[in-house]
């Protein structure tokens, strides 16, 4: 019988549910190897074939590692909490949940259909109870710790109560807050509980504070960097403003340096790393006091980081971030009106919109001055947007001479400038540490080189109570809380206006019915609408919620344990599995999901729940599917109006047109189905056409895969038409995966031929099934092992896309041969069932392996003998000029080669009877005979 795909890809993925094929348990007898997708968010519009690159890669590998004998854990589940069903809810009054639910059931079918290997019983969601239970408690353990600088870790908030009952504040090296309060242990013990609650909330790895936050009032909640652009929300387009709000945060700066290191610890592609690198942002140099000329609300200075010390004779104004606590009270009467309209302006930024805008030069002066501390310069203080107030102490000090943004901002506003080194070295070309230049006219430094300068200043600056060095990072401390429904809820409550944990035994806080996901009517967030959701004796909840990054920073370990009520995961499990060896996704989480990923394990780690630093090995990051879309160009009359006429893409320079996307699939090879397209829209029923050939083509771009650019392609449609081993060798076949590269159904033709022509080399004419169980050839047994090698050394490199190519040479290589040799093919069964199982599967089946499944069989030996040639088809030359070509066995010795070839009659004619001078011989290259 023909490859009937439809029938075969049903049957086995089945078997697969049915046996339960994948299903993986720990096995000491076994090396193990985890093969960790990042689970996708379950939207409505389901799978495009953009979307399985990475899964159907490391499903490949997966397969491969299995046969390889290795115990693979390969898990799949879904990040199911997020703004999208919350808004689908806040349009249509319909349960996140069910939305949720309905969307998961499509991905799963999609996901079935395609026949990935995954463990199916060891599923997760984010938004299952039983899921954020255990997210609820990392919280809670984040809550209950803090770092110690000291040991290099977090510890439980315990040791630092002992700490502080022993020996007061004093000699506690923490990660803290900047405004902890010096205390004896009778300080201490004389505090109130709601004083030491609040002391260790400064200290806890979680903690409230008020911080500036990207608000989206149209959403009605906070949003993260990465969902804002330009000022506007990247879901719906609305007005986002900077706005300070008490939030929930997380010390990640507390691990800053280990994340650093970390990173030389791991194979991740190298601009992630360069990327996490930059937004951790290290930077050595000195914090810096400059005294307020008069001080305001109780503060007599204003504290400064900078990275170039020596410069600050230079100091010509200070610059402070709009959201700075002091700036109200540094503004005088007379800039009041200018200043609060510039703050104005900057709520309307996004952070990232501000770090990115080197070109706009702004700001406004407060009307305030400071003194420089070394030399006693009265220095004006503006405010400008590009200073952040969570980086650094949002001050920063202005040196025109040396910093060109700073420059631009002096001439512009026309502040001073001030030269601080000699003329023939320039501040600018100083900033490599390692160059030299000679200071003069700088006061103390005068005379003195970079280094020690620098290291005098610090020196001076400490003695005085005026500065110190210090190391900063730009990475701030993540908010953690999102005024949303359908995220999970943080597990506190408030007594006394402070935050309390739950009793572990009350987990999980389970989100309450409300009756709409929108904030209420007094601005609380949507959980503020749930009726009698309260704490023993009343107390409030927190209403906001955990954001989209929490359920995702440490799944990973509930795959290893998926179904535990008792702990995230089983002390066995966690030794057994360790740490994810391969990883797959997407660079777009450098700095969210990986970054907190790495943060939560290193915690974990140091409370001893894990036993490994770094959670993800090996990172590939696979390339986008981009969509090739299609157009069709509408004549316009003279007033620009469209017609109800379509030109050909050939012949539109003919026209004045407009180019509409139109459906990639009612469009085939680029030529328009006309009819289907009449059948598309209302409007287009009566369409007229004018054809090149007879046919209509469409015009092509590529672009991203979108739907509004409809040039979607659902993988349902491919699998109907070619199946899905076809659909997942194309997807390999289109380029090397960490590239992009553009989709084109055309080319999906060669590889469903591809596969019919493998099937057909285990079938006779009549499509009979027929093997032979005689002996191999020696060609055949090279064809075999040539592939066996190819395709091991290129799945061990993550060339999949060579494989394919490699197959179809051999496929072609084994029908020239009229191979249907057992020994050949059931090998080469074995070989390509990693990139197409189900028809891999029904010939093993065929070949009389009538149980079980070929995923527990062994990769085949490479034999390198079999490669190894018996002859060589030598270039005989004369006088260097190549003549003709000598088949000659590779074991002669030369005396036997050179025999062989003057033996030759035809090389006789070429000599024309001259006599040999000497024959120059490279075994297994040339023969030359010079005469």
């Known amino acids: 019988m023909d490859y009937q795909f439809k029938d075969i890809e049903q ?63 390969h898990p799949m589940g879904y990040d199911s909490f997020g703004l999208p069903a919350e808004q689908y809810a806040i349009q249509t009054g319909q349960h996140p949940a069910i939305t949720t639910e309905s969307n998961i059931a499509t991905y799963r079918r999609q996901l079935d259909r395609l026949g990935f290997s995954f463990d199916w019983s060891r599923e997760v969601r984010t938004s299952d109870p039983g899921y954020y239970k255990w997210t609820q408690w990392i919280f809670m353990q984040l809550f209950n710790s803090w770092y110690n600088l000291e040991t290099d870790r977090a510890e439980d908030i315990t040791t630092l109560i002992e700490k502080f009952n022993a020996a007061g504040s004093a000699g506690v090296k923490a990660v803290c807050d900047d405004d902890v309060r010096n205390f004896l242990p009778t300080d201490w013990a004389a505090f109130s509980q709601d004083e030491k609650q609040e002391e260790l909330l400064k200290y806890r790895l979680t903690y409230l504070r008020e911080s500036t936050v990207n608000w989206c009032a149209a959403l009605g909640t906070v949003l993260a960097n990465d969902e804002v652009k330009d000022g506007f929300s990247e879901r719906g387009g609305y007005p986002v403003e900077q706005k300070k709000m008490m939030q929930w945060s997380m010390r990640i700066t507390a691990y800053a340096e280990r994340l650093l290191k970390g990173l030389d610890m791991i194979d991740w592609p190298e601009p992630v790393k360069e990327m ?47 959201e700075h606590e002091l700036v109200p009270a540094l503004t005088t009467v007379a800039q009041r009106e200018e200043v609060e309209a510039y703050i104005a302006r900057t709520r309307k930024k996004s952070e990232l919109d501000r770090m990115a805008d080197t070109k706009t030069v702004s700001g406004a002066f407060t009307g305030s001055y400071v003194v420089n501390p070394v030399n006693g310069e009265k220095v004006p203080v503006w405010i400008a947007d590009y200073v952040l107030a969570g980086y650094g102490t949002g001050a920063v000090m202005g040196v025109p001479s040396g910093d060109q943004r700073d420059w631009l901002f002096a001439t512009h506003f026309n502040l001073p400038i001030v030269q601080v080194l000699d003329a023939q070295v320039n501040i600018r070309e100083q900033a490599d540490a390692t160059k030299e230049g000679t200071y003069i006219n700088s006061g103390m430094i005068n005379g003195m080189v970079y280094k020690d300068a620098v290291s005098y200043l610090n020196s001076w600056l400490e003695e005085k109570g005026l500065g110190k060095a210090k190391i900063n990072y730009r990475m701030r401390d993540a908010i953690f809380g999102r005024q949303r429904y359908w995220g999970e809820p943080i597990p506190v409550y408030f007594k006394e206006g402070l935050p309390y944990l739950l009793a572990e035994p009350e987990l999980p806080l389970v989100l309450p019915e409300i ?85 939560w394990n290193k915690f974990l780690k140091d409370l001893g729940y894990v036993q490994e630093e770094e959670p993800f090995k090996k990172l590939i990051n696979q390339g986008m599917i981009q969509g090739r879309s299609n157009f069709v160009y509408r004549v316009v009359d003279a007033d620009g109006r469209g017609t109800n006429t379509f030109v050909s893409a050939g012949l539109r320079n003919g026209y004045q047109t407009s180019a509409i996307h139109v459906d990639v699939n009612i469009v085939n090879n680029d030529v328009l189905d006309l009819e289907r397209f009449k059948a598309w829209r209302e409007d287009f029923r009566d369409a007229e056409f004018v054809l ?45 995966l960490e590239q992009s590269k553009p989709w084109n159904t055309n080319g999906i033709e060669g590889v469903f031929k591809f596969l019919r022509k493998f099937w057909r080399l285990f079938h006779d004419e009549n499509w009979n099934f027929q093997v032979s169980d005689a002996q191999p050839s020696p060609a055949e047994l090279k064809s075999l092992h040539k592939i066996i090698k190819k395709v091991q050394d290129d799945i061990d490199r993550f060339s999949f896309n060579t494989s394919v190519s490699s197959f179809m040479i051999a496929v072609n290589e084994l029908t020239e041969l009229k191979c249907n040799k057992r020994a050949v093919l059931q090998e080469l069964v074995v070989i390509l069932s990693p990139y197409a ?70 090389v006789q004619k070429y000599l024309e009877g001259r006599p040999h001078k000497k024959i120059i011989f490279v075994k297994g290259k040339i023969v030359n005979i010079v005469v």
């Open 11 to 73: 049957r086995w993925q089945q078997f697969w549910a049915e046996k339960q094929t994948f299903r993986v348990t720990e096995d000491a007898s076994k090396p193990k190897y985890y093969v960790l997708d990042m689970f996708p968010y379950p939207s409505g519009a389901g799978l495009h074939v953009g979307h399985p690159l990475g899964y159907i890669a490391s499903d490949i590998f997966s397969r491969y590692k299995r046969l390889k004998g290795f115990n693979v854990l």
């Open 276 to 322: 996490q690198r930059n937004w951790i942002g290290k930077s050595t140099g000195a914090s810096v006091r400059f005294m307020l000329e008069i001080p305001v609300g109780g503060q007599s200075f204003i504290e400064v980081f900078t990275t170039r010390v020596d410069t600050i004779y230079g100091v010509s104004y200070l610059v402070l971030a709009p």
């Open 515 to 599: 009756d709409k996901y929108l904030p209420t009517e007094t601005g609380e967030p949507p959980l503020g609408r749930a009726t009698g959701w309260k704490h023993q004796g009343g107390h409030e909840y927190e209403l906001s919620t955990m954001p989209g990054w929490a359920g995702s920073s440490w799944y990973w370990y509930r795959y290893m344990d998926a179904r535990n009520p008792d702990a995230f995961a089983s002390k066995a499990a966690i030794e057994y599995w360790q740490a994810v060896d391969l990883y797959i996704g997407g660079s777009e989480h450098a700095t969210g999901h990986l970054l907190y990923s790495r943060f």
């Open 692 to 736: 090149e050939e007879g046919k209509y083509v469409c015009g092509v771009e590529i672009e991203k895969m979108s739907k509004s650019k409809y040039n979607v392609v659902n993988p349902d449609d491919l699998i109907e038409r070619y199946g899905a081993d076809t659909l997942r060798m194309y997807e390999m076949f289109l380029g090397p």
């Open 837 to 906: 199982p189900h028809i891999c599967e029904e010939l093993w089946s065929l070949l009389g392996h009538e149980e079980g499944s070929l995923t527990q069989v062994s990769y085949p030996e490479f034999n390198p003998a079999y490669l190894q040639e018996a002859s060589f088809s030598y270039p005989i030359s004369v006088n260097g000029k190549m003549k003709m070509n000598l088949d000659i066995a590779l074991d002669l010795s030369q005396q036997q080669v050179e025999e062989t070839v003057l033996a030759n009659e035809q």
